[in-house]
T-cell receptor, first 108, second 114 residues
Framework: DAKTTQPPSMDCAEGRAANLPCNHS???????VYWYRQIHSQGPQYIIH???NNETNEMASLIITEDRKSSTLILPHATLRDTAVYYC?????????FGTGTSLTVIP | DTGVSQDPRHKITKRGQNVTFRCDPI?????LYWYRQTLGQGPEFLTY????????KSRLLSDRFSAERPKGSFSTLEIQRTEQGDSAMYLC????????????FGDGTRLSIL
C-alpha cells in the first residue's frame, strides 16, 4: 500500500538546513503530497502539503519536482527540537499511508 | 487547547477485557479518523467518519473492534475481548470536509495488554 519511499534515517547539524527527500513515482495528477512529523509519545504533527507548486509556511518549505515524482522537505535552520520521525504521505482516497518515515537527528 | 483530544492517554488491561477510547475532534471538523500505531511503524488507517456516518473500514478492523460517532461530534473506539496483539497506540485525527485538507492528530491512547 505504501506509495512513498524515504531514507530510514538522516543526521543534520544544528543551525543548518535539513533536506528530507521523498520519492512518490506513482503519484496521480490530483494527489497531494503531505508531510508530518512525530516526536516520541506524541501524535503526528502536520507540517505542510502541496500539489505541484512549491509551498512555504512558518515551519518548512516543500519543493516538488516538475514531474511530481519526488519532493523535498526543507527545514531551513534545524534545531534540536526538530529531531523526530518525518513522514511523507500521498493520500489515497480518504486514507493516509504513513510508511516508516525518516528518523531525523539534529546534532548539536 | 482546541486541538484533537483523546482519553485516556494510557490504558493497561488484562487479556480478554473490553476497553473503550474516546476522541474529541476539532469542533468544526466533520471528518474523524482512527489509526493504530505499533512500535517502529507508521500509523495504520482503521476507519473514518463523515459526520455520524462510518464510511470506510480497513481490513485491520476485526469484528472485535467497533467505532461510533453518534452525534457527529466525539467518537468512541471499543475493543472487545482484547488480545496481546492489540497492544498499540490508537490515534484519532480530524479534518474538514474537503478531502485535500490535512488531518490533525491527537496524542493517542497507548493500550497495553497484560
Amino acid at each position: 500500500d505504501a506509495k512513498t519511499t524515504q531514507p530510514p534515517s538522516m543526521d543534520c547539524a544544528e543551525g543548518r538546513a535539513a533536506n528530507l527527500p521523498c520519492n512518490h513515482s506513482t503519484i496521480s495528477g490530483n494527489e497531494y503530497v503531505y508531510w508530518y512529523r512525530q516526536i516520541h509519545s506524541q501524535g503526528p504533527q502536520y507540517i505542510i502539503h502541496g500539489l505541484k507548486n512549491n509551498e512555504t509556511n512558518e515551519m518548512a518549505s516543500l519543493i516538488i519536482t516538475e514531474d511530481r515524482k519526488s519532493s523535498t522537505l526543507i527545514l531551513p535552520h534545524a534545531t534540536l527540537r526538530d529531531t523526530a520521525v518525518y513522514y511523507c504521505i500521498v493520500r489515497s482516497g480518504n486514507q493516509f499511508y504513513f510508511g516508516t518515515g525518516t528518523s531525523l537527528t539534529v546534532i548539536p | 487547547d482546541t486541538g484533537v483530544s483523546q482519553d485516556p492517554r494510557h490504558k493497561i488491561t488484562k487479556r480478554g477485557q473490553n476497553v473503550t477510547f474516546r476522541c474529541d475532534p476539532i469542533s468544526e471538523h466533520n471528518r474523524l479518523y482512527w489509526y493504530r500505531q505499533t512500535l517502529g511503524q507508521g500509523p495504520e488507517f482503521l476507519t473514518y467518519f463523515q459526520n455520524e456516518a462510518q464510511l470506510e473500514k480497513s481490513r485491520l478492523l476485526s469484528d472485535r473492534f467497533s467505532a461510533e460517532r453518534p452525534k457527529g461530534s466525539f467518537s468512541t473506539l471499543e475493543i472487545q475481548r482484547t488480545e496481546q496483539g492489540d497492544s498499540a497506540m490508537y490515534l484519532c485525527a480530524s479534518s474538514l470536509f474537503d478531502s485535500n485538507q490535512p488531518q490533525h492528530f491527537g496524542d493517542g491512547t497507548r493500550l497495553s495488554i497484560l
